[in-house]
């Protein structure tokens, strides 16, 4: 190729998008790095490191320890199951994710079932819905402590002694079992209103003849949503599950704000926290973390190959 011809090419319409395109990607692609990737593959590094104080301000000559943080971490007794009421981080976190989960998908796509029927003040609630996802996490964490107060002037605990339910108050953040269903349902309390919009914006874009052409064949309201609704859902159902699965799994201020982690309701982020700046243990603590990474790819393989596999083949 001669000087000319390169000149040419360099000049060109398309190398020069080319070089435009990279330098807009370059600054996006700079802080995913920085930001993303780098703590990650670092966070890996460090997992397989004897990293403390001691040696915080020298960490990349800090001793190379192998498999041994994971090891610690499998036989922490915070990590490991004991029995139904002491579960361990792990389970409790698989049981907390996939309770929450489902729970914040099922009422997320009852309330868009309900607000996509026509009646008057739907715009006025659906805004109303969507109070608990945009209101900041510390204010709804701290009226749930309020309402779930054991003392008389709680609202959950006045309501059942009110009620002659209970004789007295009961501590519902601070008894194992009751801690972790709280969590949940506050989970889903503030997290359906996502799924709600996901779903209520598929709702509006099926085809209305279909409803009326099962309507004329004599199909009852349940029969309609079952063979019509569902169907046209499950892809966005699919999506919505994932999403709020991974973002669960990974949840840390709701348990920290509303129970600090304790009483049975200590998941893998709350103890990656408490290794790494409680003990100052930074490589338990990263290990921790990939070992929640690890339990997550599993379920999105599982997930992905397997269950979305099977509805696209459908």
């Given amino acids: 190729m001669t000087a000319t011809s390169r000149v040419r090419k360099f000049n060109s319409m398309q190398a020069r998008e080319a070089r435009l395109a990279w330098l807009l990607i370059t600054p996006v692609a700079l802080i995913v790095f920085g930001l993303v990737l780098f703590p990650a593959i670092f966070s890996i590094w460090i997992s397989f490191r004897n990293v403390g104080l001691s040696n915080l301000n020298d960490v990349f000559n800090a001793p190379y320890v192998g498999f041994a943080n994971y090891t610690k971490v499998f036989n922490d007794f915070a990590f490991k199951y004991h029995n139904i009421t002491n579960m361990g981080a792990a389970i409790t976190s698989i049981v907390y994710s996939f309770v929450a989960t489902t729970m914040a998908v099922l009422l997320g796509l009852i309330a868009s ?68 269903v709280m969590v949940i ?77 304790g009483f049975g309701t200590k998941v893998l982020p709350i103890l990656t926290y408490e290794f790494s700046f409680k003990l100052f243990n930074f490589g338990k603590g990263a290990a921790t973390s990939m070992i929640l990474l690890v339990i997550l790819v599993v379920f999105m393989v599982f997930y992905i190959g397997f269950v979305m596999r099977n509805i696209e083949e459908e």
Avoid: C, H
Avoid at 238 to 247: C, N
């Fill in 113 to 180: 079932l309900l607000l996509n029927q026509p009646f008057k003040g739907r715009g006025a609630l659906r805004a109303t819905f969507l109070f608990s996802y945009i209101a900041p996490i510390v204010s709804v964490a701290f009226v749930w402590r309020w309402m779930l107060d054991p003392k008389p002037s709680g609202v959950i605990n006045y309501l059942l002694m009110s009620a002659n339910l209970v004789e007295q108050p009961i501590a519902l953040l601070s008894t194992r079992g009751w801690a972790l």
């Fill in 185 to 261: 349902l506050f989970d889903a309390w503030r997290y359906f209103p996502f799924a709600m919009l996901m779903i209520l914006a598929r709702l509006q874009a099926v085809d209305k003849s279909l409803y009326e052409a099962a309507a004329v064949d004599g199909a009852k309201s349940w029969a309609r949503f079952w063979y019509i609704t569902l169907p046209e859902l499950r892809y966005v159902l699919g999506a919505i599950f994932l999403l709020r699965l991974i973002w669960t799994f990974n949840k840390f201020e709701d348990i920290f704000l509303l129970t600090g982690g």
